[in-house]
């Protein structure tokens, strides 16, 4: 049973995640989204850490490298290249304006709690009492996906999202098998390669990468 | 049962072989096959409706948990055999019909399919087989319809029509059906049926009408009959033969199942109800046919007219029934049942002919015949048997059974009941009436199509079709000569069908003969005798034109065109067609066929009291369609364009949709 210090770094590192999730929802600038994200990835991966220190779990160390990895440096890294070949690119005009976005997130991480309340119930423990956090990471990871326009911060909500779902899965299980992790690290790699080579794409060809700008593409 | 396996093994057989075979040896394979699968279905089939003995099957393996019940009673046993028989002929007649373009597998594979599922239907006995079964008609039979699809648009509308008509049916039917095992503690009809009397009215009631609407659509009755008109004649014609001949029947077949059998009869209203949907069907469907212009359409309308007048015999039949009339009773669905198998038989063999003539002129339009007689002789023959038939004309079979419908009907007055009374009333009537419509739709289409000179030049180049189509119109027509001549002989086994029909049966009133003798209601018919009577009269009228004499001038023959009143230079255009021979009707029928006419004048240039051009346009559409199915599919669309405008092409907006829906979820949750 985890406790003292190792409890408090669990704690700590599920919060920068959370904390993390609002801070994309905050910044307009897209380079910052890239170290928010950086930021994020180390968290998980320290928190994957301290797991496996104390279940003596070395399948989890692993995984602990595969995320810091993964999400800690390649991703953010892969996204900062897309960023720098757009220089001075920013969420110029959300659909919904930052104030908003804050409340409405404030709004999200209490419906988290209320919902996450009945899975803390099946099994009161000091780490599934960490689940609300998880869970408000995917929704407010959702929430940018929704309300974000350029492609870059679709990018950064699903990997939110994705970030959100890894923090559940530590939380509530103590660790996924290793397998799954590199598999889930892996999709989410391909995803952001594949952005990558269509954000220049699309920039060659239409100037922008403005999605709402695509919508005379549908049938 | 083991013929009848045999048989519907073989049908399978045949379609496996239809889809299989390279397309040289495929069509002759096929309908060799399926001749022999309704062959020994109709041996089977016989034989219970010849000793009157039930046998059934049940097996676990072929569905999983319910299993497979089947079970050949003698009502099922002629709806099985009606089948086979026009299934038969059609075998036959496909061979022929495909082989001018070698068919697509589909076309070969989906005959033999559909008519195993049209065989299998009435053999079912247990909710899951039948509407397995019933589903699996719906589904082969909108394959076979959709054969054409390619080379004829409007073949997509009809199917589109069909399937949701059907489909709907069929909603309607497992509703009720489950309702009904639901509450009789068992899904084998056995075991519904033994809990007959212990249904509550008001639970037996909504069984009936939900049935009665899935039935009544495939039996093609006013106002469900929309897809007839549609189906029939874009189907290729052994598909419609099989549709009309056939399918249709097992409307009526589920009708006398699950109202007559399982529920035992139940409430005098029910059947009230389904008279009145044959009277209407009668009157509008005969109606429809004497105005179209359309062979394989007046085909169509004509079969909502005839099972509008089995509807008729069945309702007045169960009326009685619930009266305590069990013996008038049983004499009205005997009729109603004959008149089934005749107008499977003589409609199987009226499509034949409009496939023929298709198949040798390329055209269904009567406007566009005639002239065919003397370059079909043999056709124009067969489809003149038909239509004497469907005329009701004595010698024939459809006089038969509407002789004996009539006799019960009117004999029914008797009944104590005035609701009773004003059925078989309403019930003489339209027989009256569609008698009348029947005979000048069938002289239209006898008349215009095959007699006179040919109105374009594709009709004056039709060839007599080849040797394996007139086979197939054959065995129809000597079916339909056997039966009027001398009807006495099905009796026996009409009379243990309508046993069937009715839970507890209903005696028997008929002398067995070769004619007709109601020996307890002082009627007799033996037109054996009618028919001997009248080749006499016509021997000895044609001996006394030979052999009396006569003036000179009268014996030197003048040659003129046929019906053209003696006229010289007799020209197509001078002849009546199809559209002018009905025009008087469609005038009468104004309010009921709802023509859209148009008159359109040019002038010259120079002067408007100069006419250039007249052209006339006229359209007959379905006023029930146009009343009540055109509002409704306005509707639906209207739905349809509103819900398309939701996908607006927005990533975001998708997004959204998730978002909100994932979000909701959770606030039900907390």
């Known amino acids: 049973m985890i406790s003292g210090s190792a409890l408090d770094g669990v704690e700590l590192a599920a919060g920068v995640v959370l904390a993390g999730a609002i801070l994309a929802l905050w910044r307009k600038d897209l380079r910052s989204l890239t170290s928010v994200l950086a930021l994020q990835g180390i968290a998980l991966a320290a928190l994957a850490a301290i797991l496996a220190a104390t279940g003596g779990d070395v399948g989890l160390g692993v995984v602990a490298g595969v995320v810091l990895v993964t999400k800690g440096l390649v991703i953010p890294g892969l996204l900062a290249r897309v960023v720098r070949a757009d220089p001075g690119s920013r969420e110029t005009a959300p659909l919904v304006n930052v104030p908003a976005s804050l409340v409405a997130a404030a709004g999200l991480v209490i419906l988290s709690y209320l919902v996450a309340g009945q899975l803390t119930a099946l099994m009161p423990d000091p780490l599934t009492r960490l689940a609300p956090l998880g869970l408000a990471t995917v929704l407010v990871g959702f929430f940018v996906l929704v309300t974000r326009r350029k492609a870059v911060s679709q990018i950064v909500g699903l990997l939110l999202v994705d970030n959100g779902v890894a923090l559940l899965a530590f939380l509530l299980t103590a660790g996924v098998p290793l397998l799954v992790e590199l598999g889930t690290s892996l999709d989410v790699l391909l995803v952001v390669v594949v952005l990558q080579v269509l954000a220049t794409t699309m920039r060659a060809r239409f100037g922008h990468v403005d999605l709402d700008q695509l919508r005379e593409l549908h049938d | ?670």
């Open chain 2, 1 to 670: 049962m083991t013929a009848y396996l045999i048989g519907i093994g073989t049908a399978g057989l045949a379609a496996l072989v239809g889809a299989a075979l390279p397309a040289r040896h495929r069509l002759p394979g096929a309908a060799a096959l399926s001749a022999a699968a309704c062959l020994a279905v109709l041996v089977g089939a016989v034989h219970v409706l010849a000793s009157g003995h039930t046998s059934g099957l049940h097996t676990a393996q072929v569905l999983p948990l319910t299993g497979v019940d089947l079970s050949l009673d003698p009502l099922g046993a002629l709806f099985i055999a009606t089948t086979a028989g026009v299934g038969l002929a059609a075998s036959w007649y496909s061979v022929g019909y495909g082989a001018h373009a070698t068919p697509s597998r589909t076309a070969t594979a989906m005959l033999p399919a559909f008519l195993a599922t049209l065989l299998l239907v009435p053999a079912a006995a247990s909710v899951a087989t039948f509407m397995v079964a019933w589903e699996l008609m719906a589904l082969t039979s909108l394959l076979a319809l959709l054969t054409d699809h390619r080379r004829r648009p409007e073949t997509r509308d009809a199917a589109q029509w069909y399937a949701a008509m059907t489909h709907i049916g069929a909603a309607a039917i497992l509703l009720g059906l489950v309702l009904l095992a639901d509450h009789a503690g068992g899904q084998t009809f056995a075991t519904i049926a033994s809990h007959r009397g212990r249904l509550s009215v008001p639970l037996s009631s909504t069984v009936f009408v939900l049935t009665l609407f899935g039935f009544a659509s495939k039996a093609g009755a006013v106002p469900l009959h929309v897809w007839l008109p549609r189906a029939h004649p874009e189907a290729p014609s052994p598909v419609s033969a099989l549709m009309s001949g056939a399918m249709v029947n097992l409307g009526v077949y589920g009708i006398l199942r699950v109202g007559g059998d399982l529920l035992g009869g139940g409430q005098s209203w029910w059947w009230v109800v389904i008279a009145a949907l044959g009277v209407v069907s009668a009157f509008f469907g005969a109606v429809h046919a004497a105005a179209s212009t359309d062979t394989k359409r007046l085909l169509a309308y004509s079969t909502v007219d005839n099972m509008g007048l089995v509807l008729i015999g069945i309702g007045a039949a169960g009326a009685l029934a619930a009266g305590g009339e069990r013996m008038l009773a049983g004499l009205v669905l005997l009729a109603a049942l004959f008149h089934l198998v005749n107008h499977a038989l003589f409609k199987g063999l009226l499509f034949f002919g409009a496939g023929a003539v298709q198949h040798a002129t390329g055209t269904r339009d009567l406007d566009r015949l005639g002239g065919l007689a003397r370059r079909m002789p043999a056709t124009t023959a067969l489809f003149g048997i038909g239509a004497l038939s469907i005329g009701a004309l004595p010698g024939l079979n459809g006089f038969a059974s509407e002789w004996l419908l009539l006799e019960g009907l009117l004999h029914g007055f008797a009944s104590r009941s005035a609701v009773t009374d004003a059925t078989l009333l309403a019930g003489v009537a339209a027989l009256a009436i569609t008698g009348g419509l029947t005979a000048t739709a069938f002289v239209k289409a006898l008349g215009v199509g095959f007699l006179g000179q040919p109105r374009s030049e594709r009709a004056r180049g039709a060839r007599e079709v080849g040797p394996s189509m007139l086979a197939g119109m054959g065995l129809l027509a000597g079916g339909c000569v056997v039966l009027g001549v001398v009807p006495g002989v099905a009796l026996p086994a009409l009379d243990r069908a309508a046993a069937a029909g009715f839970a507890g049966g209903a005696p028997t009133t008929l002398r067995v003969g070769l004619g007709l003798d109601l020996a307890s209601l002082h009627g007799a018919i033996e037109p054996a005798l009618l028919v001997e009577g009248l080749l006499a009269g016509i021997v000895v009228a044609w001996g006394v034109i030979r052999l009396a004499p006569r003036r000179a001038e009268l014996r030197r023959p003048r040659r003129a065109e046929a019906w053209g009143c003696g006229r010289e230079l007799q020209t197509a255009r001078m002849e009546i067609t199809a559209t002018s021979f009905a025009e008087p009707l469609q005038r009468v029928f104004a309010d009921v066929l709802r023509p859209d006419r148009d008159l359109e004048v040019t002038h010259t240039v120079e002067s408007a009291y100069v006419t250039q051009a007249v052209s006339y346009y006229q359209r007959v559409d379905d006023a029930v369609e146009r009343v009540a199915y055109r509002p409704v599919i306005g509707a639906v669309s209207w739905w349809g364009r509103l819900a398309r405008r939701v996908p607006n092409g927005s990533v975001h907006r998708y997004l959204a949709f998730g978002f909100a829906a994932l979000v909701l979820i959770l606030v039900v949750l907390a």
